[in-house]
């Protein structure tokens, strides 16, 4: 993967997650509300999951399940131990356990289906331009 594809899948992982974390963040306690403190811890952990999973992609591989897999367990200890441990977003109990992990989730099943989507859209262009090179030849 080169640089720029990297970088497009860090802006698209970090971006929609985000998204859809703060909506869920604001959905579940609108009472708390938003400082810009919270939105930059939130930020940060987003960002922290892409880098990881960015570096992960550099032993390639191939399996599809396996890569989720690995990408959902580096998404859970990052959140857990940059989320919960240093930045102190929410207290270790079973309760915000369960919470989390569902935000987690849900998020994870979002970010998955844009990245696929993208890359849907991709390879649809690249058809297009081949068979447009092939009519042309």
């Known amino acids: 993967m080169n640089l720029i594809k990297r970088i497009s899948v860090f802006f ?3 971006c929609t997650s985000f998204t859809v974390i703060i ?6 306690w ?14 940060a952990v987003c960002a922290a999951i892409s880098l990881i999973i960015i570096i992960t992609d550099f ?17 859970f200890a990052t959140v857990f131990l940059l989320g919960g441990g240093i930045l ?13 992990l569902g935000m987690l989730t849900a998020a994870y099943v979002v970010v998955v289906a844009a990245a696929m989507a993208n890359e849907k859209m991709c390879s649809d262009e690249i058809n297009k331009k081949l068979t447009e090179m092939k009519k042309n030849r």
């Open 12 to 14: 698209t992982v970090t």
């Open 23 to 28: 909506l869920i963040y604001c959905a579940l």
């Open 30 to 43: 609108p009472e708390l509300g938003l400082t810009f403190r919270r939105v930059y811890e939130l930020f």
């Open 59 to 75: 032993f390639r591989i191939q399996n599809l399940l396996l890569l989720l897999g690995i990408y959902f367990i580096e998404t």
């Open 88 to 100: 102190k977003l929410f207290p270790f109990n079973l309760k915000m356990l369960l919470i989390v």
